[in-house]
């Protein structure tokens, strides 16, 4: 009897263990499967946000959590004493979006010609999507050009869908197809000596030097950060026109109190302040941002927004 009663508890053992040993099995199965789809998306980030590009109807550039469309406005010709003003100098309209629990941020900067104005606001609008701001960032340019700045909220893809159709009542050209080329041009200005004198690399992108300097602090807008990449970032663009010079323009994130300095350093050093104001309407800490243009050696501008960017609460 004690044989048989031993047989009975160890099955009863063995059925125990084995129901224990298959749920552990289907845990790391499970676990395993979790880690490789969060391995995918890390690998594939775009994936999540194939809806968005769709209604877009264009790719978009992922950064950690924030897709952004560049909308460049190649259609324009644009001058400002005499200087031919390429799209990455100071016609590049963009659109980011973030998820958030709500659904998704959307922030952007559309490029328009005036009569261009009133349709895409109108569009913006009846669809939902806040305009934070309407301005300028340039002085004496043929034609005028203005800056519709969007900050809202809501779902993704109709977000997306609006802006598209928003944009469809403008001349803003479609995404180009395959791509850019790259270009194999020689800048014609010390890309190194710039970037040694500001502190910070830059790219090279349709033939201008664009360097980016997010803030120190954290950004946020209705209690939400709002990562560089979605217009918080100062921006310092230098466009090649012979002879070691360049034309730059861009912009200064800033608080308040500095402003006014900034704008002392910039105009001791040659460089015109063309537009001070806000972007977006409940960010923390309240942000402006101060638009500048100038033409002239390149390294003597850049030892002038270095003098200025020193005044700023910007990343070393």
Known sequence: MRKVRFRRVNRGGLIRVSTVAVLCIALLMTSAA??????????????DWKPVQDAMGRPGQVTGD?????????????TINGVAIKPGLALGAWTAFKRVESGAMVMGDLVLTEDEVDPVMRKLRESGIEVAAVHNHLIGESPRVMYMHLDS???????????RDALALTKTPGPDAGGAA????????????????????????????????????????????????????????????????AAITGDFVLTGK????VMKALRENGIEVTAVHSHMLTEEPRLFFMHFWANDD???????????????????
Not at 34 to 47: C, D, F, I, L, V
Not at 66 to 78: A, E
Request: zero cysteines; hydrophobic letters at 40%; glycine letters at 8%.
């Open 153 to 163: 909220h809501g779902d993704a893809v109709k977000m997306a869908q609006t802006i």
């Open 34 to 47: 979790s880690a490789q789809e969060a391995k995918s998306a890390t690998q594939n980030p775009g994936n």
């Open 66 to 78: 924030v897709i952004r469309f560049g909308m460049p406005r190649k259609d324009l010709h644009v």
């Open 298 to 316: 390149a390294a003597k501008l850049a030892k002038g927004l270095r003098a200025a960017l020193e005044l700023t609460n910007s990343k070393k």
């Open 182 to 245: 790259p270009s194999t041009e020689a800048l014609g200005i010390d890309q190194k000596k710039i970037e040694d004198t500001l502190g910070h690399t830059g790219k090279v992108n349709g033939g201008i030097l664009q360097i980016s300097i997010p803030r120190a602090e954290t950004i946020t807008e209705s209690a939400m950060i709002v990562p560089p990449s979605m217009g918080v970032a100062t921006a310092l663009n230098f466009q090649p026109t012979g002879n070691a010079k």
């Open 258 to 261: 500095e402003v006014n300095p």
